[in-house]
T-cell receptor, first 113, second 116 residues
Framework: EDQVTQSPEALRLQEGESSSLNCSYT??????LFWYRQDPGKGPEFLFT???AGEEKEKERLKATLTKKESFLHITAPKPEDSATYLC??????????????FGKGTLLTVNP | DAGVTQSPTHLIKTRGQQVTLRCSPI?????VSWYQQVLGQGPQFIFQ???????GRGNFPDRFSARQFPNYSSELNVNALLLGDSALYLC???????????????FGPGTRLTVL
């Protein structure tokens, strides 16, 4: 069964203090790995899709990387508005007709001014 | 451009009642998926529909059912509500179901269901 584990569960940073969030996964053939941002009481907002090991994508202060077993979301010089829960999800090559996303529990990031 | 829309925003029901949640996908998107998110957890897959056919079902009881309409909108029905059904119900849409590369799922704002 596909599994996604995110660490740490919660992270507090000072504004400008760079750090990384981890997403470890086991899946029977990776079709895609997704990062989403979720604000309290709202739906997840799409950030990145990564398809294969070695791939990297960037958006403003965020950079996502992928290896065969894990993905990292690097946050450079974060601002208070980056505070949110960051969710990682995988989609497997199930060989069938189900392209569900399997999510981790998320990392709650708080950036203090 | 309008994103995924869901209605209602909030809903309060009592145990044993039935509820219907609605979702309209992004224009041009033909696949709709439903997820349940309990507080403090990541979303859990319930159903996926494409071209009005069920293409996947998660580990949820038969009290949960769904359908997709010709205009690609979708409804999620939950019968005989339990306290444990209290959650944020999320709808996600994507443009294609099968592709060489996976297609991103875009989420709506969710429906907050509270069962008393």
């Amino acid at each position: 069964e596909d599994q996604v584990t995110q660490s740490p569960e919660a992270l507090r940073l000072q504004e400008g203090e760079s750090s990384s969030l981890n997403c470890s996964y086991t899946v029977s053939g990776l079709r895609g790995l997704f990062w989403y941002r979720q604000d309290p009481g709202k739906g997840p907002e799409f950030l990145f899709t990564l398809y294969s090991a070695g791939e990297e994508k960037e958006k403003e202060r965020l950079k996502a990387t992928l290896t065969k077993k894990e993905s990292f979301l690097h946050i450079t010089a974060p601002k208070p508005e980056d505070s949110a829960t960051y969710l990682c999800a995988v989609q497997a090559n199930s060989g069938g007709s189900n392209y569900k996303l399997t999510f981790g529990k998320g990392t709650l990031l708080t950036v203090n001014p | 451009d309008a994103g995924v829309t869901q209605s209602p925003t909030h809903l309060i029901k009592t145990r044993g009642q039935q509820v219907t949640l609605r979702c309209s996908p992004i224009s041009g998107h033909k696949s709709v998926s439903w997820y349940q998110q309990v507080l403090g957890q990541g979303p859990q897959f319930i159903f996926q529909y494409y071209e009005k056919e069920e293409r996947g079902r998660g580990n949820f009881p038969d009290r949960f059912s769904a359908r997709q309409f010709p205009n690609y909108s979708s409804e999620l029905n939950v019968n005989a509500l339990l306290l444990g059904d209290s959650a944020l119900y999320l709808c996600a849409s994507s443009s294609v179901f099968r592709a060489r590369r996976t297609d991103t799922q875009y989420f709506g704002p969710g429906t907050r269901l509270t069962v008393l």
